[in-house]
């Protein structure tokens, strides 16, 4: 009886040890990357590659993110970016909520044909997408706009949205809406009054997915912006790389900057991000 | 409170026809009990009435105004739900004061009506709990309380207990016929329950793949079923049926099946009712099959058979009882002093004796 207790006992601690291991593991893996451009930031003169190991180098200075701030548009570079982020995930999760609330409550002819489409035109490289994208731009008459970035951005990352609040919206029951109808609210009411608030995981991740693609976005950008003044930090930092010269100490610094924006929205809806990455795992 | 009426209502999904031609009128203040087995078109019928569903042919009248084309909260009905559709994302108190808060009723007046409602219902101490804290009786009460507040011109209930366990069940039963005691509403309630409909109903509507079988007080529709499948599906246990033919010796009518012959009294089916050679069922109920010495003591027609299974209830019995290739089922005071694979003898009361026309199922004794 005893050693049974013992050998339960001792797979548990060994359990333990090993979830701890992995997960330590997998943390440094992430988090190593970003103490190598933190340190490099943190270095006096533009070197990339260092024998020094430590994280705070030898006469470490927060000169290349002084320079970076006062000699480059950085900070305009940031604001760009996050206007058109901010834009694109407002836009996108609100066409991604109506639309799939259609898909997931009303019938109409091409539904299915639709859904299968949006899912096969995730399948498409973004490279094969920047031609067209280009040329409707431009028709549009939107170069080197943050409309034309908007629009790009939010018509690339519907379909996903689209799909995944679908796919939540279709766990909501019925009965909801038409006990909400019945209580005195249009479709439309339910809608907003029911369904949305009862939605919020899924669109934290719809809306975490928009920000984190369009903050990132480089290729789009690259095509649709032309004056430096319209950049966004992606297109900015890579201004900083010359010819014959690459102030690396300043892209490290701007690497480190545009990570904040991310990482607070990270944080702010973590909640709702754990509770989403689960839906639909459990019935009810 | 209103009268309802349905006429002549017809709902086609595609080509499907779910209800076929229903004429119900119910009465103010009535309580209307519309039951059936499963995909009869029940369900389809109260959300008909409610607005959820279009009306293919026929009109809903509620107080006598057609509406058909009336938009669900314009009706002036409030509908309970099977899965009580709570909004999770609200307080009782807030699930129960959402339609009035809609339609902007004053503060006090909202206040006043979720009071009255969650003391009817002894929700008082649960007012600021969220559904999810609540358990399955008490989900089902603020359910009922969001339809009170509203004071609606109708109540529609639709299947709410069969989500709970029995125990549960049948308190919550009790709860309803006190409600209505006390609310004197109209109330439509649907169910495949035939107990509750029994327990509850001032009338019963008895459905049938989307047709009206039956509507009846309960014991009218107990005592004199309309047609084979109302004897069939009210009462517990069911109904036992024996399928043979009729024929007349002299005044007399007699049953023949295969291996029952019954001498079926005129005050019950008389002669100038019956074809020679008319193929027939005759339905016995459970509790009218007289067993053992009673049956020796008591009956003329005695029939010979061999008892198979008997199964205890607590103050009952129900004995299976093979004669010849018929099964019968007979319930009886506990404690029956025969075993199994002996033979017995029975009887049966004529009085509470059906008889149904196998082509047309409908009933044709007294």
Known sequence: ?284 | MASVEFKGIVKKFNDNTVLNGVDVDIKDHEFVVIVGPSGCGKTTLLRMLAGLEDVTGGDILIDGLRVNELHPSKRQIAMVFQDYALYPHMTVEQNMSFALRLRKTDKAEIDARVEEAATILQLKSFLARMPKQLSGGQRQRVAIGRAIVRKPKVFLFDEPLSNLDAKLREEMRVEIAKLYQRLNATIIYVTHDQVEAMTLAGRIVIMNKGIVQQVGSPIEVYRKPANLFVAGFIGSPTMNFMHGKLSLEGDKVMFTSPDIKLSIPPYLLPANKVRDGQEVAVGVRPDDVVVGREAGEKCSDKIEGVLEVCELLGHRENLYIKVGGQRLLATVEAFFDRSPGSGVQLCFNYKNMHVFDKATENRISE
């Open chain 1, 1 to 284: 009886m005893n050693k049974e207790r013992l050998s339960i006992e001792r797979k548990k601690q060994l359990k333990f040890f090993l979830i701890h291991a992995v997960i330590i593991i997998s943390a440094a893996i992430c988090v190593y990357p970003l103490l190598r451009i933190f340190s490099i930031s943190l270095r006096p003169g533009d070197k990339l590659f260092s024998t020094d190991l430590s994280l705070v180098p030898a006469g470490a200075t927060f000169t290349a993110y002084a320079s970076l701030l006062k000699d480059t548009m950085f900070l305009r570079w940031l604001w760009n970016s996050l206007i058109i982020t901010l834009a694109t995930s407002f836009i996108g999760v609100s066409l991604a909520s109506t639309a799939a609330y259609a898909f997931s409550r009303f019938r109409f002819p091409g539904k299915k044909a639709g859904l299968i489409l949006l899912l096969s035109s995730q399948m498409i490289p973004a490279g094969m997408l920047i031609l067209p994208l280009f040329l409707m731009i431009m028709k549009l008459n939107l170069m080197n706009t943050y409309l034309g970035m908007i629009i790009a951005y939010s018509v690339s990352s519907l379909p996903f949205s689209i799909w995944i609040l679908k796919g939540y919206y279709d766990t909501i029951p019925r009965s909801l809406e038409e006990a909400a109808l019945v209580d005195g609210t249009s479709q439309v009411g339910a809608f907003w009054r029911i369904i949305l608030p009862l939605s919020t995981p899924a669109l934290s991740i719809a809306f975490l997915f928009n920000f984190t693609t369009a903050w990132n976005e480089y290729l789009v950008a690259r095509v649709v912006l032309f004056s430096a003044k319209q950049y966004t930090w992606t297109l900015g930092l890579f201004e900083l790389q010359g010819q014959y010269i690459t102030q690396w100490g300043m892209f490290a610094a701007g690497s480190m900057l545009v990570t904040i924006p991310v990482l607070c929205v990270f944080l702010y809806s973590s909640k709702w991000l754990i509770s989403g990455l689960t839906l639909g795992s459990v019935k009810g």
